[in-house]
């Protein structure tokens, strides 16, 4: 199994297939409050966006964009197919996109996962993030886990 990353934009064709099917995984784990997730999904074409290849076929994705302290990035749009999960995809994912935040001089990275996804929840705090108050449209998200972490050069 060969696993290579590519950094892209919002446009990639394969970054849009992968982000259909999160989109299915996501209606099916929270069917009752995926409409109000939906708008906050949507990446601008200067999101940052990697996508993982599996064998040369997309496998996973992931993308940040910046928060208004202009300091800290949101890490969004994290997939990775079922089939080949498990093999260290996420990870990869999320290093390539923590050094690019690192490479832009941001210093932390958050995220907002979920209660039905705890192989996400234990990825993230695997790589050293930590549950943080849940902020911005998730506050009041009962669902939503809130993450964050110092980025630094390993």
């Known amino acids: 199994m060969i696993v290579s990353v590519k950094r892209t934009s919002a446009n990639d064709p ?13 209606w099916l784990r929270y069917p009752d409050t995926q409409d109000f997730f939906t708008p906050f999904n949507v990446i601008k074409e200067d999101g ?3 996508v993982a290849y599996v064998d040369g076929s997309p496998a996973g ?4 964009r ?8 949101e890490i969004k749009r994290m997939y ?6 498990g093999k260290g995809i996420g990870k990869r ?11 832009e001089e941001k210093t932390r990275a958050v995220l907002e996962t979920g209660r039905n996804q705890p192989e996400a929840v234990a ?11 849940r902020y911005g449209p998730y506050v009041d998200s009962e669902a939503s886990i809130c993450m964050g972490k110092t980025l630094s050069v390993k």
């Open 14 to 26: 394969d970054f849009r297939l992968l982000v259909e099917l999160l989109d299915k995984d996501l």
């Open 48 to 50: 940052k966006v990697v």
């Open 61 to 64: 994705c992931g993308c940040f």
């Open 66 to 73: 910046g928060m208004d302290d202009r300091k800290t990035v």
């Open 80 to 85: 990775v197919k079922d089939e080949v999960r």
């Open 93 to 103: 994912i999320v290093g390539e996109l923590e050094a690019w935040a690192l490479e």
């Open 123 to 133: 990825l993230y705090k695997k790589l050293g993030y930590e549950e943080t108050e």
